[in-house]
């Protein structure tokens, strides 16, 4: 390996630079075309992407699946129908009931991975993307954007819905189990929160915030 | 592809901020003293700060957790006053005995596969970092990779618990409480994602900079 000109990287140069969030391994950036990525050659990370009108298509995203996860919590997920007795179930009456018997760290896992991280994140989206679309900044953005990542691996709608179907699929041999409006809302959500990540393209939301440096 | 740079950010003495990216580079400070993202405000570290220790205090309470949450029951189903405990892998089993593979299979790698080798790979990797291993680093970030991912899958159980026990409630025909096998397991799941989140897999690539191998 060839011994590399520090003194080349000043304070400036470092803003063309990436580094490899897996290896560390120091790239000068390019400009991609729409749609494209750029690979760590070491170690096949995910450098940097560009993708088209992220801001745009991402807020149009967040809004529908907010409108989505407002259904899926306001309606009963399944309904259970037992010798002409009848109970319904939504998300929030199952963190309720661990509560009520006394499980409440379990319903505040529950509570946390089901309700409450995926909803700070969808608002937190569009805290941050609906000013920038008419051109203003948030007040406290990189504070609030920052938290987008943070809650993400703790937002489990889709290991929830799983969960559900087994619970599902376990009851219907023994009782009658109706899907409630609240299941299909949730199918729904699951694909367009993954379609608000994909489209997000987080560079662009921290190139905004150069200009107040 | 773009080829690198020979060299790391870590040995150009720039740090990369965990939350918004951006390179700076890292003067001395006083000690007590943190240096912070001047984009974002976020802490700057050239490494996740006490990576190994916290990955491993972490992986260890999983591993002892491990213990309670396959033994103890997860729920019980009281039915005419007789109480039926179900543990992880009766449940598994029940599912099998139902005639219902897919299901049991699916339920059986959540619960059962993941976690352990979740737990296992975690092991391997602080064991391998800790050596200074310089065996296939890639194929090493591309496992820690996948632990970081698969994780959140095992909380299956935990979820159709919470359904359960609100949808059974026929008083003495029958009703479903949850255990405290599920609590232990929500912990082994929630404490192995910390685990994986305090790993930096930068400390793989790190054995290889040694420069007097070079």
């Not at chain 2, 150009?12 to 912070?36: D, I, Q, T, V, W």
């Not at chain 2, 602080?126 to 200074?132: C, D, H, M, T």
């Amino acid at each position: 390996m060839n011994d590399p000109n520090l003194a080349t990287l000043s304070a400036s140069a470092a803003d063309a630079l990436v580094a490899c969030h897996d290896c560390d391994l120091l790239y000068r950036k390019r400009p991609l075309r729409e749609g494209e990525k750029a690979r760590c050659a070491r170690c096949g990370a995910l450098l940097y992407t560009r993708k088209p009108n992220s801001i745009e298509r991402t807020l149009t995203l967040a809004l529908a699946a907010l409108i989505l996860f407002a259904l899926a919590n306001i309606y009963p997920l399944l309904d259970f129908q037992f010798q002409g007795r009848a109970q319904q179930s939504s998300v929030l009456s199952g963190v309720r009931e661990l509560y009520a018997q006394g499980m409440w760290t379990l319903a505040m896992v529950v509570f946390v991975a089901s309700i409450l991280a995926p909803l700070l994140k969808l608002l937190a989206l569009l805290y941050v993307l609906l000013p920038l679309h008419f051109g203003r900044r948030p007040w406290r953005m990189a504070q609030v954007f920052r938290w987008i990542e943070t809650l993400h691996p703790w937002a489990m709608t889709e290991v929830y819905l799983l969960g559900v179907l087994v619970a599902f699929v376990k009851l219907s041999d023994i009782a009658t189990i109706v899907p409630g409006v609240a299941l299909y809302s949730f199918a729904a959500l699951i694909v367009v929160m993954a379609a608000t990540d994909a489209a997000l393209e987080p560079e662009a939301i921290w190139e905004r915030l150069e200009p107040c440096r | 592809m773009n080829p690198g740079l020979p060299i790391t950010a870590a040995r150009a003495a720039l740090a990369r901020c965990h939350a918004c990216h951006l390179l700076s580079r890292m003067k001395p400070l006083p000690p007590g003293n943190h240096a912070h993202c001047p984009r974002c405000g976020a802490a700057l570290h050239l490494r996740k700060p006490d990576s190994l220790a916290r990955a491993w205090a972490l992986t260890l309470a999983a591993y002892i957790l491990y213990i309670p949450a396959n033994t103890l029951p997860i729920m019980t189903v009281v039915s005419m006053g007789h109480g039926e405990p179900d543990t992880i892998l009766s449940g598994v089993r029940a599912l099998i005995a139902g005639g219902l593979w897919p299901l049991a299979l699916l339920v059986f790698f959540a619960s059962v596969v993941v976690p352990v080798l979740k737990l296992f790979a975690l092991t391997y990797l602080l064991i391998s970092v800790w050596r200074k291993s310089r065996w296939r680093p890639r194929d090493r970030t591309v496992l820690y990779r996948v632990t970081e991912a698969v994780g959140r899958w095992s909380m299956i159980d935990v979820f159709m618990i919470s359904i359960l026990v609100a949808l059974v409630k026929l008083g003495a025909i029958a009703t479903i409480e949850p255990g405290a096998g599920a609590m232990a397991f929500a912990a082994v799941v929630v404490i192995t994602m910390f685990a994986a989140m305090s790993f930096d897999p930068r400390l793989i690539w790190d054995a290889l900079e040694n420069p007097d191998e070079r």
